[in-house]
């Protein structure tokens, strides 16, 4: 298992992100498609992208893709894998499939073909008809799509947005690899100030600090991985080691977090504390109407209330008041994450860029003004 070919998955309109992340940590060999990066790797990239990528869902190892047109074809061609490379005798191996304008549009009856043949495999080695499935989880998935099977395990186990700190959520959080993203596709860096006039659980001030001071977003969670017999545990530790020795802990950064409500501050303070960082984010209880902000060429990256999941409050109140600070604070870039589409027409100015993403299954728009550029 020299060569291996790793997937990151990502949310859907910010493929591109990703592949920056890729590219900065040196990776050339990828190629780009609808909501996936396909990279070739090494088994040490495992831990080193689980560990490290900020904007991915979760790193996935393909084991094989071929065509399948019948079950037999899909049993053949499953059966032929050496699953006890993969499987220990006492793994919890649970399939999960998908299929997507193919012959075999049946996720179920895949899913259990699958599974059949992944387990006449494994008795073939460790000589059980019967397995308890009581150790480690391995999840392996069967995804179809226009007929060609798609054979992967998933290396991250839950979802690479539950970094590990968010204990506790206000109201509607925004997830954390779509944070990163949205700081990701800003101009901001640790040298500006970053302000986030609704904070709510502080997510985007939380994930700019951690950029900001070079803090891997996987060192607080745990991974599927870790308890893969293919998988030398030592190569993680090594890995997590690096990511540690790479921390720049004296960074002195510029993060502004503020939210009209007390409650929400309360709980986005206790999350950054988590991570050490409550004292790199300024958090305070404050009406966005009344912030007072200087002058001093900072980006606004804030994602507020948009109706859907909050209940109609003054949404387009609020979005003329984001337009009026935009007014007063001429050297500041704005960056808004909404699904409100009259946002434009509020705030009172037409974005430079606006970019279609997906928050969960929310459709929505990322609207982007650029401030000028920050004198040397
Ligand atoms: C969509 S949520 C932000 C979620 C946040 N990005 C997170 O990850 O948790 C919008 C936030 O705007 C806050 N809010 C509503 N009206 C406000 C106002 N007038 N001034 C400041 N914050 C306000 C709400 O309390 C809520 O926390």
Known sequence: MENIKLIATTNFGLEAVTKRELLDLGYENIKTMDGKIEIE???????????????AERILLLIDKFEATTFEELFDKVYEINWPDYIAEEDNFIIQGRSRNSKLFSISDSQRITE?????????????????????????????????AEITIDTSGDGLHKRGYREVNYKAPLSETIAASLIKLSYWNKNRTLADPFCGSGTIPIEAAMIGKNIAPGLMRKFDFEKFKFLDESIFKEEKKICYSEIKYDEKLDIIASDISHKAIEIARNNSEILGLDE????????IRELDLPDNYGVLITNPPYGERIGKEDVDELNKELGNLAKTLKTWSFYVITANEKFEKNFGKKSDRNRKLYNGRIKSYYYQYYGPKPKK
Do not use: C, H, M
């Open 41 to 55: 790797a090494t088994l040490s990239d495992i831990p080193k992208l689980n560990l490290r990528l900020r904007t």
């Open 116 to 148: 059949k043949a992944i387990i006449e495999k494994l008795k073939t080695k460790y000589k059980t008809s019967w397995f308890e499935k009581s150790g480690p989880r391995v999840k392996i998935e069967v995804a179809l799509l226009n007929d060609i």
């Open 280 to 287: 790199d984010i300024s958090f305070f209880q404050k009406d």
